[in-house]
């Protein structure tokens, strides 16, 4: 049986109604008292004005707003007027911040769980939380609004039928390299994040092994200084040094034409010769072969003749 939340005096709650509400242009709005349970906020990706009216009305009546960073959400609360409690949860602490939410829900306590920006649960740590209360049966409750993986769909003029999303990819060039060479084997639009100071690496790796694909790069989506490119891989890689590196960017990658090569002979050479440097040719041909398409028979030939370059002799080991 779950513990009943402590009693309050009417005093307390009159005052406690009295703080919950927000504010819109210097008008007003109560807000209800949350129900018991974790509600799944999604919050502005850039322009503060995108939040939702009912996302405002909950922030506003739970007990709790657990957040990755206190500082950014303080500027939302602050901006409608919301007295928050604010907690932070993120990757980095939710080990131990994880078993006061749920003794605050097991309490009968409320709690808003938000990322930084956008939807909770896209590139953050909120699964672990959601799977353990759902776990404990309390109530989740979504609620819907920005998210920069959408708005990049929405904009980038491309197929938005099947999309695969992927987050960050790998920091380091040959891991990187190699998810790019198992992602170019979906026959799915791609959506990925990336930082401004690893795009002109990350463009030069899609257009080698992804070829002349349609593309978008969208930076800052929403925000004052919004930017989406739309172009072939090559020429997006082509102009990657000139435009402005800083801010937030969205990759969006269309789907392989029906008549394409899986994967290029100049990114097979690449995939081949990564594989190489760590394994047997046999190793490396099974990898290449997974994660190319192409035929065992013309990977094992390339790779033989690669290893012969690299090692000298035969090739063969």
Known sequence: ??????????????????????????????????????????????????????????????????????????????????????????????????????????????????????????????FKLVREVCAAGHPVHALPGPSSVLAALSVAALPTDRFFFEGFLPAKSAARRARLAELARIDATLV?????????????????????????????????HEEVRRAPLAELARQADAPETRGEFVLVIGPPAADADVLASDALDGLLREQLAANSVKDAVAHAVALSGRPRREVYTRALELAKDLRGGDGED
């Open 1 to 126: 049986m779950r513990a009943k939340p402590a009693p309050i005096n009417t005093s307390e709650a009159t005052q406690d109604a009295a703080s919950r509400g927000f504010s819109i242009d210097a008008h007003r709005l109560t807000a209800p008292k949350a129900a018991p349970g974790l509600y799944l906020v999604a919050t502005p990706i850039g322009n503060l004005g995108d939040i939702t009216l009912r996302a405002l009305q909950t922030l506003a009546g739970v007990d709790v707003i657990a957040c990755e960073d206190t500082r950014i959400t303080r500027r939302l609360t602050e901006r409608y007027a919301i007295a928050a409690t604010l907690k932070q949860y993120h990757e980095h602490n939710a080990e131990a911040a994880r078993p006061k939410i749920l003794e605050a829900l097991a309490q009968g306590g409320s709690v808003a769980l938000v990322s930084d920006a956008g939807t909770p649960l896209i590139s953050d740590p909120g």
């Open 192 to 224: 990925m994040f990336e930082s401004g100071n690893r795009m002109q690496a990350t463009l030069d790796d899609l257009a080698e092994i992804m070829g002349e694909r349609e593309a978008a790069v969208c930076r800052e989506l929403t925000k004052l």
